[in-house]
């Protein structure tokens, strides 16, 4: 299907706090050097869930915005001048390009970029790539990758971003603290790249989830009276971590992330708490330990590379990452179900993979491409 000129589509729309619907609107048209894809795929994320619940990202995306992050899709519409794609490629475009041309590109953090571009719509039968992104930042996928797959590269190119900035070595220990969907991508990345990976969870069913993405240790806070000595205690001689990573975002994992380390550590404070949130350090314990505390926020293009090398890899376990499918339609319903978590001991959904085609059309398509 290829959207006709002046046509409309379904998308989900963002209207403020907890006010999404799918409505109709405009289909999107390629201008120079932009593409139009299909959306195949698109997931949800933690980090669309806090826009969901404050009805706005001051970086991302406002109000009465479409609304959407993570896809992947096939080519309908070719812009001019667009020379490195064609007309039905299968990519997955991250939802952010830099300029390269201002003071923080130049200095390697394009993640931090002054013009960073933006561009969201998942949740939506077709989707508009801008030009930047198309020639610094999407990615041609290969035949044999499902379409899902493909949609977790932005998420891990976040944490990819992580990793190098810590410069995390095979044999070193590290610590996760959360196993929402952050937190077990660093638990599978960090396993795949020969860390020992100790995992601090607050859920009955995040012990298992952790183990099976590859934690070979996890701290279940109810079990224990100290968090920090317990997770101190499975370390090397009781040291500590080399790398400890908070993917949880809150003041007090942030704090206990500081005294899990040990002397002359890294602390990646990863997980984003809300604006005017504060949290408090023992100055004495960062100053004569030597303790190092790093921040991460985004990724860049050469991360998203990092990330999509690993995807093909064949030893990144994709699919235990996506753990319920909906229909478009579906997708308010969705995200109001994630506000709630499941009882304890129930697993929660880490990430639902989104069809903008029904299960019929996606059947009828497939039948077609098998017969052509």
Request: net charge negative; hydrophobic share 45%; glycine share 8%.
């Amino acid at each position: 299907m290829t959207p006709a000129p002046h046509s409309t589509m379904r998308a989900a729309v963002l209207h403020g706090r907890e006010d999404l619907r799918i409505e109709n609107v405009a289909c999107p048209v390629a201008g120079p050097g932009e593409v139009v894809l299909r959306v195949e795929a698109a997931l949800t994320c933690g980090t669309d869930l806090k826009v969901f619940r404050r009805g706005y990202h001051a970086k991302m995306l406002t109000v009465d915005r479409l609304f959407g992050h993570e896809l992947a899709g096939v080519i309908v519409e070719l812009g001019e001048g667009v020379e490195d794609f064609a007309m039905g490629d299968r990519v997955v475009p991250l939802n952010s390009a830099p300029c390269d041309e201002c003071f923080y590109c130049l200095a390697g953090q394009q993640n931090l970029c002054d013009d960073l571009l933006f561009n969201n719509g998942a949740y939506a039968e077709f989707v508009r790539v801008p030009a930047r992104i198309v020639s610094k930042n999407m990615l041609r996928v290969p035949t044999a990758m499902p379409m899902e797959h493909a949609a977790l590269v932005e998420p891990l190119a976040c944490v990819m971003r992580g990793m190098e900035q810590c410069a995390v070595k095979a044999g070193q220990t590290v610590i996760v603290l959360g196993a929402g969907p952050i937190g077990l991508l660093f638990i599978h990345a960090a396993s795949l790249a020969g860390l020992h990976v100790i995992a601090v969870v607050k859920r009955t069913d995040q012990v298992a989830t952790a183990k099976s993405f590859g934690a070979e240790q996890v701290v279940r806070l109810a079990d224990v009276e100290d968090p920090i000595a317990a997770a101190r205690a499975l370390t090397p001689e009781g040291r500590g971590a080399d790398v400890v990573f908070e993917a949880v975002a809150t003041p007090e994992a942030w704090q206990w992330a500081v005294q899990m380390v040990r002397k002359g550590g890294l602390v990646n404070l990863f997980g984003g708490p809300p604006a005017g949130t504060t949290a408090s350090f023992d100055t004495n314990l960062l100053h004569y330990s030597d303790i190092n505390i790093k921040a991460s926020f985004h990724h860049t293009p050469s991360t998203a590379r990092a990330a999509f090398e690993l995807l093909c890899s064949g030893d990144f376990e994709a699919d235990k990452f996506l753990t319920g499918t909906a229909e478009l339609e579906e997708v308010p319903s969705v995200f109001n179900a994630m506000l709630t978590r499941p009882a304890e001991g129930i697993a929660p959904e880490i990430k639902t993979v989104i069809y903008p085609r029904t299960a019929t059309e996606r059947l009828l398509a497939d039948e077609e491409k098998a017969v052509a």
